[in-house]
Structure formats: structure tokens, C-alpha cells
């Protein structure tokens, strides 16, 4: 199975078009999939949106009463991808966002990498239609700010809000906390989920996808000084949370873990 989570948060304009390009993906790609999405207090009509698609797609519509943010609706959307699943070392997760910007038509790209052993998976973004030099330009700097603080081997589009994940390595991510995932929010808590997902994935791997800022119908949430300082601010926060050791597996558990692992491929 795999699980399309996709956070909005007034996305009416184009919620509704980027569902149905993923169905008619999925038709010429035959996998088992489920659509879920996350309203995440929208002001908009973006409930209204979604209610004819969950009566002809497989589709589940999460919401927040109120706006909780960015990382807050991934982290949920994870999270319940994790739940539904009794497969976890085959399927997969993969996030998207609601404005347009990621070409559906790259999912199926994504999911091969998986099926041929890799375990999270990020689309780079090439811009296209980015009217904003500033946004153009720290959307390219982005990385460089957290630099030190998150790394992910092979990959360095660390913000891209586009990828994949097999679901076991996101259990045992959320498991390795106590709390909440993700302590950061916007671009930088894209950055911290590929670092901390990437701790329990044996294979990490990046593609290019082109990631267009002219069909989302709405203006741009980015404003250059804001989003620096929050990504700077970011970082003392990850620092403050590292991520947790592995936990030393006996030589009895990891003969167990080696013969589930048999059992399931």
C-alpha cells in the first residue's frame, strides 16, 4: 500500500485537480493506494473541496479544528499512515503538498527506488515559474542555514517537502521519541524529518523533480527575512533535540529481527 499524505491548509484552488492527477497516475501505474489528506483549519472552501473526492477516491480527509501548522499536519498524516498499516517494511508513505508545486507524475519514480531497496527517497526541487528572487533565492540557501545542525547523506535539497518513506523507518523514528516527531515547523521540519527518518534507514537516496511555483492559486507563504530567521531559530531547537542512540539489539533479537524480515519479502 501506499499511503499520498498531503497537508493543506487553504488549498481549495488546486486540492481537488492534484487528487484526481494522482488517480489517473495510479491508473497507468497499478499499486494499491490511499489518498490522505489533512485540512488543517482552512478558512477557505477547502473542506467543501474534498468532500465529492471522498466519495469516489480512497481517500481519508483529516482536519484540525484550528491551524496547528505545518509539521503538526505532516506528523499526523505520518503518524496515521503508520497505524493503518500491517505491512510496514513493504509499504510506503509518500508527502506531497496541496498547491501543485511537486509533479504527481514523479510518484511512481518514487516508488520504484523503494521497491528496489532504498528506504526514504527525496525529490530535489528544480524551480520553475518562481516569480520571487527572494524566495528563488533563500529556497536555494535554505540547506546552507541548517547546515551543521542536519545531515542527511545524499541528499542535499534537505527543505524539499516531496518524498518518500518506507513505513517501518518511520515507526521506528516516531518511536525513538517521547514526545512529538518534529520539533520544527515550515522548510526546516522537511529538513528534520529526512535527518531523523534517515537514523534507522539503511539506504537514503535523492532524485530530481521539477517543482513548479506558477499553478499554486494562492500567493506565496515565503517572505525572505521571516523564513531565514525561523530557520535560523530552527536550528537551537534541533540541537536541543537530538536525535536518541539506537537501541543495542542481542544477537537472539536480531536473528528474530532477520527472520521477519525473511518472512515478509
Request: include cysteine.
Amino acid at each position: 500500500m501506499i499511503y499520498v499524505c498531503i497537508p493543506s491548509y487553504n488549498e481549495a484552488p488546486t486540492v481537488g485537480l492534484l487528487l484526481w492527477k494522482i488517480r489517473q497516475v495510479f491508473a497507468g501505474f497499478p499499486r494499491e493506494y490511499q489518498l490522505l489528506v489533512l485540512d488543517d483549519g482552512s478558512t477557505d472552501a477547502t473542506a467543501e473541496v474534498l468532500e465529492p473526492y471522498a466519495r469516489v477516491l480512497p481517500l481519508t480527509v483529516l482536519s484540525h479544528p484550528e491551524r496547528r501548522g505545518y509539521a503538526a499536519s505532516v506528523e499526523t498524516l505520518l503518524r496515521r499512515a503508520v497505524e493503518l498499516t500491517d505491512r510496514p517494511k513493504r509499504d510506503a508513505a509518500i508527502l506531497m503538498h496541496a498547491d501543485f508545486a511537486h509533479n504527481p507524475q514523479t510518484l511512481p519514480d518514487l516508488v520504484r527506488r523503494v521497491d528496489s531497496g532504498a528506504d526514504v527517497v527525496v525529490a530535489e526541487g528544480k524551480i520553475e515559474g518562481e516569480s520571487s528572487r527572494s524566495h528563488r533565492w533563500l529556497r536555494r540557501y535554505a540547506p546552507t542555514i541548517l547546515r551543521g545542525v542536519v545531515s542527511v547523506p545524499g541528499v542535499k535539497d534537505v527543505v524539499s517537502g516531496f518524498a518518500i518513506f518506507r513505513l517501518v523507518v518511520l515507526r521506528n523514528a516516531i518511536r525513538s521519541q517521547e514526545r512529538e516527531l518534529l520539533v520544527s515547523d515550515g522548510w526546516a521540519a522537511n529538513a528534520e524529518l529526512y535527518w531523523r527518518t534517515s537514523r534507522y534507514a539503511r539506504r537514503v537516496e535523492a532524485l530530481s523533480s521539477s517543482e513548479r511555483h506558477d499553478l499554486r492559486g494562492r500567493p506565496t507563504r515565503v517572505h525572505l527575512w521571516e523564513s531565514a530567521a525561523a530557520l535560523w531559530a530552527a536550528r537551537a531547537k534541533l540541537r536541543a533535540a537530538p536525535i536518541p542512540p539506537a537501541p543495542v539489539e542481542s544477537p537472539v533479537g536480531r536473528r528474530e529481527s532477520e527472520r521477519q524480515a525473511e518472512a515478509v519479502t
